[in-house]
């Protein structure tokens, strides 16, 4: 699917603007709030859950996964998809994350398309190493795909680094690559002397 994506944009330039926008996302998160507490997680907005330092809220994922489809505004999407961007969400969310984030318009700019790359990231596993290589090598997804390039960094697997290289004059990628590389070589050059 490709064109503009038929999420309202989050707008507000002005104090006064950002304030509306404001009340705006409260009135528009009632419901999601609403059933958030039908399984125990109070919070006044879903960005409460987003930088969460309480204990893991795996009851919320099935919540989260029911409104992440809706079509909310940018900055209520992205915040639902971060929200979700735990690796104990794996087994809910990973397949339905990964076909929205398929399905999404190509890269707009727009929040949600990089938050749904987080959760992907945040969620992965070794063995979904080639499909973050397919995401990778789709360029309809812009810039959002840096986020799994430090998954592929992390990867033993030789062919995680050929798709590194092979990304290194990816415009959208090119200065994440280069230090991802550079941070490779200098480990091992390191291991290489630390051996002799």
Known sequence: ???????????????AERD????????????????????????KSVWDLVNWRGAPYPEAVPVLLNHLPL??????????????ACPYAR????????QLYK????????GFKDALAVAL????????????????????????RIFFLRNLARSKKPHALEAIVRLKDDPDLTREVQHILKQKLK???????EKH
Request: hydrophobic share 40%; proline share 4%.
């Open 187 to 193: 480990y091992k050059g390191k291991r290489l002397v």
């Open 20 to 43: 509306i926008a404001s009340a705006e996302m409260h009135q528009e998160q009632r419901a999601l709030v609403a059933d958030l507490q039908t399984v125990g997680i109070h919070v």
């Open 121 to 144: 990231r945040c969620m992965a596993r070794p063995h979904d190493l080639d499909v973050l290589i397919d995401l990778l090598n789709n360029y309809e997804n812009g810039p959002s």
């Open 103 to 110: 399905d999404s318009a190509d890269y707009d700019g727009s």
């Open 91 to 98: 087994s809910l969310a990973f397949e339905p994350v990964l």
């Open 71 to 84: 079509l909310y505004s940018d900055r209520l999407g992205e915040g639902i998809a971060r929200a979700i």
């Open 1 to 15: 699917m490709t064109g503009v994506s038929p999420r309202k944009l989050w707008v507000g330039a002005t104090e």
